[in-house]
């Protein structure tokens, strides 16, 4: 598995679209002493993704807002934004507002902030 944290993380993530049009297959939200609020995210990438499965750990949370209900798939990706703030922390939504954007919008959704990103990712077989 390769692994990347922070700014590194969220450039790969987005070199090998190992997100976007991905579907979340797990999501634990779980405290751990010494890092506080810890979300685990997989997530199985686009069929073009040369990604087989993302394995993203945000520590050191923030903030969470998800919404899902059993009327739709879950939890699928179709565009997203991801960036590091000036804080350092990580910036993440799944439901963007516009995912163009480089700064948070109110009307983003299914947003996760944290201090520490960490993504690793299972790389499919040629």
Known sequence: MNTSEGRQALDEIAEHWALHDGTLRA????????AGVVIDITCVPRPES???EL????SGVTRFD????????FYFVPGYTAFILESGSAYLSLDPYDD???APDSRD???I???????????KRP
């Open 109 to 111: 959704g299914g947003v």
């Open 55 to 58: 394995h993203l750990r945000l």
């Open 50 to 52: 040369p990604v087989a």
């Open 27 to 34: 999501f634990a939200v779980q405290t751990r002493e010494g």
């Open 100 to 102: 163009r954007a480089a």
């Open 66 to 73: 998800l919404a899902w209900d059993e009327g739709s798939a």
């Open 113 to 123: 902030e944290a201090r520490h990103i960490h993504a690793g990712f299972v790389m």
